[in-house]
């Protein structure tokens, strides 16, 4: 009985993401209607659930591109108010949006570094001079941590195929994460073999102890790598299972409404 | 394998046709002169005084195109760059006299210089905080200074030229270096340090950035609405610079001039491969493209055809331009579409 006190304490303490009655409203459209979530260090978990869920609002709640209505965010067991994306990349938060938020005419080595340029030394970076050099040399080297060979970092990011374009941009997000890393739907339109690297890269982030959380419809793939299956029904949270145990029936009966009984 | 060489084709096509965009603008450019050269009479547009003329016509429109290709990249346009031209010609030139009834010419020459700066720069601000803070489409936006600006401008003027530049700024601003007027100079001068600017800062990458994908560049912590402002106040230093050479160079603040500049400087962008799309351009295909429509003025002057011609001939090239850079664009979807199935590893035995 002890044991599983301090077990769940631990628990409590490597939270590393902590939402608690999170209300997102837009107008008269209740998008999320008090969530509670919690992320451990290490933890992937996948977010799942039916279209219009608001699966995509809870992480643009975390990510700040929007402010939640009500409710707290602990990072790693501080409470932060998220205003913006950037206040989330500062507190070590990395998303990987559905659209990929790349600049389509802007070279992929400027794209892994927007907004947070290298300067160049002296007195010219002092400035504004960028040092495109070793933003390429450095890019180069994100990209190819998450296994994938380009042509070119110089090219722009529309000159890439829709798999590549991703691949950069899970890059991108990995390299800055410190603490957690966020995914809508990462492999959408991706191959089998395509959709495998990413999961490889969830996997090798996860084990850095980054805690991780995964929006997918893909659930035979993303169940192969989840730690914790929290599905999201109509804003609420309707199911929280452990993925060593749970069942596509669960998941699905819990997607669609349907009472779930341990 | 396939689509491996399908990708790096594509990359060469896309190298390709940016600097062959520039070539042909050259070439049509050369075409132009030629023409000229051979319907004119001998002697006229073919002469070294007509050659030192259009550099100093084109390089004020070169000046006002560089901003014009700086807005366009971020996505913004500019239609008051012309009427908000006017006005501070006159504004700029009143306050000279003024200056100069009561201080020295050099002092108020000075001043005059600075207001002229200082004006452009407002007026550029006021544009960027209506598209930005009230979100007024910026054609719109500046379709409104624009009225606003030539309103002012002959309310300020009584509807009449003004006269009296002081001589000293003009001859100044007509001196002459190894064969070719100053400001021709300053054109160079600008064009270099503009396209520096874009290439190679921190400002010129979220000034593409922003222009290629507005929303992308707000999540990567790019401060959107002030770069856009920045850019609108840039358009707005080029026109009070311009200002300053306009005054300079003709002795007047010209009431009727300039109000077709908006467009030719966008042409002129446009024409050397500035999208109006945002994203995408270049500063020096800009100010060579600046030449087509200054090109064009000289010649119909000299061939004694009415200079309103040249506004309808630029008014053609204008649209030629933009439906060659929607042309370029639907291209591209499709290669894109074609190769969306392309690995996501590239073999790197292949890159070059």
């Known amino acids: ?58 992480i643009k709640c975390f990510s700040g591109v929007y402010q939640a ?11 932060v108010k998220i205003n913006s994306p950037m206040e989330s990349r500062y507190y070590g938060v990395e998303t990987v949006f559905q659209d990929l938020s790349l600049a389509p005419d802007v070279s992929v080595a ?5 907004g947070r340029e290298i300067e160049r030394h002296g007195i010219l970076g002092k400035i504004g001079f960028l040092d495109y050099p070793e933003m390429q040399k450095r890019a180069d080297k994100f990209i190819r941590e998450v296994g994938v060979n380009l042509p070119s970092v110089e090219i722009p990011a529309e000159s890439l195929s829709g798999g590549q374009r991703q691949a950069v941009a899970i890059a991108r997000a990995r390299a800055w994460a410190s603490k957690v890393l966020l995914l809508d739907e990462p492999t959408a339109s991706l191959g089998v073999r395509q959709t495998e690297i990413v999961l490889d890269i969830i996997k090798a982030s996860k084990d850095r102890g980054m805690g991780i959380v995964v929006i997918s419809h893909d659930l035979p793939s993303v169940l192969k790598i989840a730690d914790r299956v929290v599905v999201l029904r109509l804003g609420k949270v309707a199911g929280n299972f452990q993925a060593e145990s749970v069942t596509y029936a669960d998941v699905v009966s819990a997607m669609l409404g349907k009472e779930f009984k341990a | ?22 070539f042909w603008v050259l070439v049509i450019l050369l075409l132009l002169c030629i023409g000229f050269s051979i319907i004119t009479p001998p002697g006229t547009f073919l002469s070294v005084i007509n050659f030192k003329s259009l550099a100093a016509d084109s390089s004020q429109l070169i000046i006002l195109t560089i901003g014009a290709a700086y807005l366009l990249i971020s996505a913004g346009i500019d239609l008051s760059t012309g009427s908000s031209l006017v006005l501070n010609t006159v504004l700029t030139l009143k306050v000279m006299i003024w200056l100069s009834s009561v201080t020295s010419v ?40 624009m009225g606003a600006t030539l309103g002012f401008a002959r309310l300020a003027s009584k509807g009449t030229n003004v006269p009296g530049v002081p001589k000293e700024l003009m001859h100044f601003i007509n001196t002459e270096i190894f064969g070719l007027p100053l400001i021709a100079y300053i054109a160079l001068f600008l064009v270099i340090l503009a396209s520096i600017v874009l290439k190679y800062t921190r400002f010129g990458l979220h000034t593409i950035a922003v222009g290629s994908n507005m929303e992308s560049a707000r999540r990567a912590g790019i401060r959107v609405e002030y770069t856009q402002i920045i850019v609108y106040a840039l358009m707005g230093l080029m026109v009070g610079i311009v200002a300053i050479i306009d005054l300079g160079r003709f002795g007047v603040a010209s009431i009727a001039a300039h109000t077709t500049d908006n467009l030719q400087a966008i042409a002129g962008a446009v024409i050397g491969g500035t999208s109006l799309f945002g994203g995408r351009g270049s500063i020096l295909g800009a100010a060579v493209g600046a030449f087509i429509p200054s090109v064009l003025r000289n010649g119909f002057i000299i061939l004694g055809l009415q200079p309103f011609w040249q506004e309808v001939a630029v008014a053609f090239v204008l649209l030629a331009a933009v439906y060659f850079d929607q042309w370029r664009r639907e291209q591209m979807q499709k290669i894109e579409s074609q190769m969306s199935t392309a690995p996501l590893e590239e073999p790197s035995a292949s890159s070059d």
Request: proline residues 1%; glycine residues 10%; charged residues 20%.
């Open chain 2, 106 to 145: 050099t002092i108020a020459i000075i001043f005059g210089v600075l207001f002229a700066a200082l004006f452009g720069i407002v007026i550029g601000i006021i544009n960027g905080l209506l598209v930005t803070k009230l979100r007024i489409p910026s054609f719109i936006a500046t379709l409104g200074t």
């Open chain 1, 69 to 79: 209505d009500e409710g707290e965010i602990e990072i790693d067991g501080v409470p």
């Open chain 1, 1 to 58: 009985m002890m044991e599983t006190d301090i077990r769940e304490l631990e628990k409590v303490q490597n939270a590393v993401l902590k939402a608690k009655n999170i209300v997102k409203r837009f107008g008269h459209v209740q998008a999320l209607g008090g969530v509670d979530f919690e992320l451990k260090r290490g933890e992937v978990v996948a977010l799942v659930g039916d279209n219009g869920a608001g699966k995509s609002t809870l």
């Open chain 2, 1 to 22: 394998m396939k689509n491996t060489t399908t990708s790096l084709r594509i990359q060469r096509l896309v190298k390709t046709l940016a600097t062959l965009h520039t």
């Open chain 1, 110 to 114: 400027a794209n892994v570094f927007l």
